[in-house]
């Protein structure tokens, strides 16, 4: 099922559930315990991220390809990093290059991000999926310049500013994703292919990192974990390929859809 959430025409915030056809009906319920889905048509006025973070987990280097390109050693467990819930951006609205606290270097990055259905403690790998809600397209936008070179080497600062998360358009359930790790991933920005990879590529895949995440942690519901992305990035270009004002950047997953939102600068 694909979940989407939504703001109607009565300024109601709602979700609903897609079909294959792009219509979607509107629900009833907690998507994250008991739901209906209605005969109601969904009247969506405005399309927003298909929920508000309870926290943004994050994955660093969990791509071979693009541990490589970045001349990176390969971990050995996985890099944790955290984004700002107030980073979240919707589908189709902008991303804003700082300007107060300016950046010069804004990055993108296609990802596949993983919610977390029910608050959970110490899952084993192989109970991972029990704990999935489903599946959304993510952009972790980054300023390296604030990344690298501006925050003590912490990676919290360069990822967190407004609008540097986008989800969407829609969460897919694990009916019709039985294996994460076996999707295509891209970004397509202003209709170049600038990433082009597949989420076997991962060095660490998705159940291994819930085990890890919630190894003596609680992972709320409403978790979102991005999983790290494919090799392209702007940072790894000669020349470096930074976001600007007018760029569209759209990511695209199998079997989830495309994510598209414009450029612009701050304020």
């Not at 999935?132 to 993510?138: D, E, F, I, P």
């Not at 600038?194 to 995440?213: R, Y």
């Not at 004002?245 to 939102?261: F, Q, S, W």
Request: net charge negative; charged share 20%; hydrophobic share 40%.
């Amino acid at each position: 099922m694909k979940l989407i959430r939504y703001r109607d025409l009565q300024g109601r915030l709602c979700y609903g559930a897609g079909d294959n056809t792009g219509a979607a009906r509107r629900i009833e319920g907690d998507i994250f315990g008991q739901y209906v889905v209605t005969s109601e048509p969904a009247d969506v006025a405005q399309l927003l991220a298909p929920l508000v973070p309870a926290a943004i987990l994050c994955i660093g280097l969990n791509y071979r390809q693009h541990a490589i390109e970045t001349k990176a050693k390969i971990p050995d467990f996985p890099v944790l990093f955290m984004k700002n819930p107030a980073a979240l951006q919707h589908p189709g609205d902008p991303i804003e290059i700082p300007t107060h606290l300016a950046s010069t270097k804004v990055d993108y990055e296609a990802e596949l991000a993983v919610v977390i259905r029910d608050t959970c403690k110490n899952v084993r790998r192989s109970d991972a999926w029990r704990y999935v809600l489903g599946y959304t397209c993510a952009n972790d936008v980054s300023a390296r310049d604030w990344q690298k070179d501006f925050s003590g080497s912490q990676w919290c600062r360069g990822k967190s500013f407004d609008t540097f998360c986008p989800l969407g358009p829609c969460l897919v359930t694990p009916d019709e994703i039985p294996n994460p790790n076996a999707l295509a991933i891209r970004t397509v920005i202003n209709g170049e292919v600038l990433q082009d990879g597949h989420t076997s590529d991962m060095i660490f895949d998705v159940a291994t990192l819930i085990e890890f995440l919630s190894g003596s942690t609680t992972l709320l519901a409403g978790t979102v974990i991005l999983t790290g992305t494919p090799p392209g990035v702007g940072l790894a270009r000669t020349p470096p390929r930074w976001l600007k004002p007018g760029d569209e950047v759209t990511i695209e997953i199998e079997k989830i859809g495309r994510l598209t939102n414009p450029v612009v600068l701050e304020g």
